[in-house]
């Protein structure tokens, strides 16, 4: 299994630019979510969804869409890229015990 | 979300028991006290979950008193492969994902 997969590894996007960040997953946990990583600092969720079809926004959703439409598959999008978005991006899974999530292992966005 | 309370870094030497202790004076009844870990450029990875008294598995040991305001995260004998950012969590599990990460410990280890 590969477990949890995100595309790119690494992306430089100018502001304004719009762009699609993806998180795959192969071990059919219903719980997905999106975190973003500033340096130095801990994970701040995003989004998140409890199934295809559901999502729910975290702490800092503002500039970020995201959709479900398959168990499978969890992107996040930038509708207009911003400097305040260089980050680096974290997506996870909560597994079918509830008590252990699994990141995958994270895109490196920077905005000029 | 709940959040808890760790020092911002730690130095250890090789072969060293190594102990980070987390304040979560707010802790709820249904919250459990979960550890990640983190290496540079990679996503966190889960330790170990304790809800009181003590858990051990094959990585760490987790160390609960009856009160449950504090935990203590214990790493036994630690290498240079240690060295990482550890974070302590309150999970609810019906958060359903929506975990606080705070700052972390960053840990080093020295040879």
């Known amino acids: 299994n590969a477990g949890v997969t995100q595309t790119p590894k690494f992306q430089v996007l100018k502001t304004g630019q719009s762009m699609t960040l993806q998180c795959a997953q192969d071990m059919n946990h219903e719980y997905m979510s999106w975190y973003r990583q500033d340096p130095g600092m801990g994970l701040r969720l995003i989004h998140y969804?409890?199934?295809?079809?559901?999502?729910d926004q975290g702490e800092v959703p503002n500039g970020y869409n995201v959709s479900r439409s398959t168990t499978e598959d969890f992107p996040l999008r930038l509708l207009s890229a911003a400097p305040s978005q260089t980050s680096v991006y974290f997506c996870?899974?909560?597994?079918?015990?509830?008590?252990?999530?699994?990141f995958g292992p994270g895109t490196r966005l920077t905005v000029l | 979300l709940a959040k808890t309370t760790q020092p911002i870094s730690m130095d250890s030497y090789e072969g060293q028991e190594v102990n980070i202790t987390c304040s979560h004076n707010n802790i709820a009844t249904n919250d459990y006290i979960t550890w990640y870990q983190q290496f540079p450029s990679q996503g966190p990875r889960f330790i170990i979950q304790?809800?009181?008294t003590k858990v051990t598995n094959e990585v760490a040991s987790l160390f609960i008193p009856a009160d449950r305001k504090s935990s203590t995260l214990s790493l036994p004998r630690v290498s240079l492969s240690d060295t990482a950012v550890y974070y302590c969590?309150?999970?609810?599990?019906?958060?359903?994902?929506?975990?606080?990460f705070g700052r972390g410990t960053q840990l080093t280890v020295w040879p």
């Open positions: 969590l309150l999970d609810r599990g019906s958060t359903l994902g929506r975990l606080y």
């Open positions: 304790g809800y009181k």
């Open positions: 996870a899974t909560l597994g079918t015990s509830k008590n252990e999530q699994f």
């Open positions: 969804s409890v199934g295809a079809g559901i999502t």
